[in-house]
């Protein structure tokens, strides 16, 4: 298992907790539903595998293993599976002070990252939402992250390596997602040849540099369309595109809607998600 990507969260502060629970697959042909995902979501995986899949990727996350999904339009599960796994949805920004983890890893220590769930499904049955929950969903994520990148080093040799410069790739492009930045730039900054890292990059994470760098520039899109008072058009400088209609094109070609038919998807209310989920 590859995480194809670094998520970034300001942990300085607890995360947003908006549910949590612990699923258990009913029936052997069970299937994750189908629908817009309008915050990060968390899951941990104890038993089984889950198959789940976004517009961009299709993840399997066997047990051991977690994966957060960041918003997006279109969430859906990939395949029928049998599995247990506890999930939560929150909201977390990602400055001023940004934490590096990655969207999906494997953890060692099952024991622990089960003790603080429960801690947390108590906490959240006394006061949902409350503080408490809160700090505990962050010592949850936070514990993720350093059995994750424990592994990844204990990995060692070649492939350690690889990941470490891999993580200064993806480390780059976040803090250059505004701006139009091509593997060459990358490659010059590193001290690499483009194609070099460029192959590197695509053998370690399982997907091409220019793909990556396409998809965290319209992650960012995404944001601001969201979560901004920019128009459309504001939103194409700011991520420094040459003109709005380089902007349409890209994100039309990224998601397979227009930018606008985007942000009036994603201004209907979030419904509250299914128990089970």
């Given at each position: 298992m ?8 300001d942990?300085?502060a607890?995360?947003?907790?908006l549910w949590?629970?612990e ?16 915050e990060y979501e ?22 051991g293993e977690?994966?957060?999904?960041p918003?997006?339009?279109?969430q ?9 796994f506890?999930w939560?949805h929150?909201?977390?920004?990602a400055l ?8 999906q890893g ?10 603080i769930a429960?801690?947390l ?6 006061e949902?939402?409350?503080v408490h929950?809160r ?18 080093h ?5 492939n350690?390596?690889?990941e470490?410069?891999?993580e ?7 803090f ?8 060459r730039e990358?490659a010059?900054e590193?001290g690499y ?6 192959a590197?990059?695509h053998?370690t ?5 220019k ?7 319209c ?5 601001l369309l ?7 058009t504001?939103?194409?400088?700011y991520?420094?595109f040459?003109d709005?209609?380089?902007f349409?094109?890209f994100f ?16 209907v209310?979030?419904p509250k998600p299914?128990p089970?989920?």
């Amino acid at each position: 298992m590859v995480a194809k990507s670094n998520l970034h969260f300001d942990l300085s502060a607890p995360v947003q907790l908006l549910w949590f629970g612990e699923f258990i697959s009913p029936e052997k042909n069970w299937k994750h539903l189908t629908r817009r995902l309008f915050e990060y979501e968390l899951f941990v995986v104890t038993e089984g595998v889950l198959y789940i899949a976004d517009e961009e990727f299709e993840h399997e996350v066997r047990a051991g293993e977690y994966l957060i999904m960041p918003p997006t339009v279109n969430q859906h599960g990939s395949r029928v599976c049998r599995c247990r796994f506890y999930w939560l949805h929150f909201r977390c920004p990602a400055l001023p002070a940004s934490v590096s983890m990655p969207e999906q890893g494997s953890f060692s220590d099952a024991d622990t990252v089960r003790t603080i769930a429960k801690k947390l499904m108590q906490a959240e049955a006394a006061e949902p939402r409350g503080v408490h929950s809160r700090y505990l969903a962050s010592e949850l994520l936070l514990e993720l992250r350093e059995q994750a990148l424990a592994g990844a080093h204990e990995a060692g040799g070649a492939n350690s390596s690889a990941e470490r410069l891999c993580e200064r790739i993806r480390e780059f492009v976040f803090f250059h997602r505004f701006s139009d930045v091509k593997v060459r730039e990358i490659a010059r900054e590193l001290g690499y040849h483009a194609k070099y890292l460029s192959a590197l990059f695509h053998r370690t994470e399982g997907v091409t540099l220019k793909s990556y760098i396409n998809a965290q520039r319209c992650a960012e899109a995404k944001r601001l369309l969201l979560e901004s008072g920019l128009t459309v058009t504001e939103v194409a400088y700011y991520l420094n595109f040459p003109d709005p209609h380089s902007f349409a094109r890209f994100f039309k070609t990224m998601t397979g809607i227009t930018a606008t038919q985007f942000r009036e998807e994603q201004s209907v209310s979030p419904p509250k998600p299914a128990p089970e989920i």
